[in-house]
């Protein structure tokens, strides 16, 4: 079974730029996640989706933040414009019902 | 809220040494609850799933337990090995969320 699928793997930009990411889960797993990780810490939140529809965008920062999946699959994450306590990693999940989650590479984005 | 805790925050032992680490959670009503390693700059990657309704749940030279009732889980490495050097997360699954904790660093010295 292919995994969850991540790109870029690695972004560096300047604060106030935009810059966007990728995830492609396992397939059939309808529900996806977006998680920063910000170095030290744990992964937190920030968007879950139900096939393509938003469970929990709750800690999603609105204003900068963005996400879309589109046809129940792919999915980006967009951050505009971003900030110096954007960098962190940007890890994506997908989950089928009561078996545990499968977490992507991750993105590491550094804002500078 | 759910909350999850992990003591040690890091942790060095010489190669062979069996290695505890820990993870407290403050809400019982839990799905399940999951191990992952994460090695420097990677993803995670899954260790072990134990389901509410398990003890333990064991691979390898892993051995994880899990108490709902005080809300503790415990991960075992026995004989650790170099290679073993990574931060271990625990999460639960608590109504369709995933909750961390900070994870503990492990160093594991030959």
């Known amino acids: 079974e292919a995994g969850v699928a991540q790109s870029p793997r690695y972004k560096i930009i300047e604060k106030r730029q935009s810059v966007a990411f990728w995830c492609n889960p396992i397939?059939?797993?309808?529900?996806l996640y977006w998680y920063q990780q910000i170095l030290g810490q744990g992964p937190k939140l920030l968007i879950q989706?139900?096939?393509?529809?938003?469970?929990?965008d709750s800690q999603l920062p609105k204003d900068r933040f963005s996400a879309e999946r589109l046809k129940g699959v792919d999915s980006t994450l967009k951050i505009q414009p971003a900030k110096l306590e954007d960098s962190a990693v940007y890890l994506c999940?997908?989950?089928?019902?009561?078996?545990?989650?499968?977490f992507g590479s991750g993105t590491r984005l550094t804002v500078v | 809220k759910q909350e999850v805790t992990q003591i040690p925050a890091a942790l060095s032992v010489p190669e062979g040494e069996n290695l505890v680490l820990n993870c407290s959670f403050t809400?019982?009503?839990?799905?399940?609850l999951q191990w992952f390693r994460q090695d420097p700059g990677k993803g995670l990657t899954s260790l072990l799933l134990i389901q509410s309704s398990q003890r333990e749940q064991t691979s390898g030279r892993l051995n994880a337990s899990l108490d709902k009732s005080s809300g503790r889980s415990t991960l075992y490495i026995a004989a650790s090995q170099p290679g073993d050097s990574a931060t271990y997360l625990c999460?639960?699954?608590?109504?369709?969320?995933?909750?961390f904790g900070a994870g503990t660093q492990v160093v594991v010295t030959p």
């Open positions: 989706f139900q096939n393509n529809g938003v469970v929990d």
């Open positions: 999940a997908s989950s089928l019902t009561a078996s545990g989650y499968t």
């Open positions: 809400d019982s009503a839990i799905y399940n």
């Open positions: 999460a639960v699954d608590s109504w369709g969320k995933l909750q």
């Open positions: 397939s059939g797993h309808a529900t």
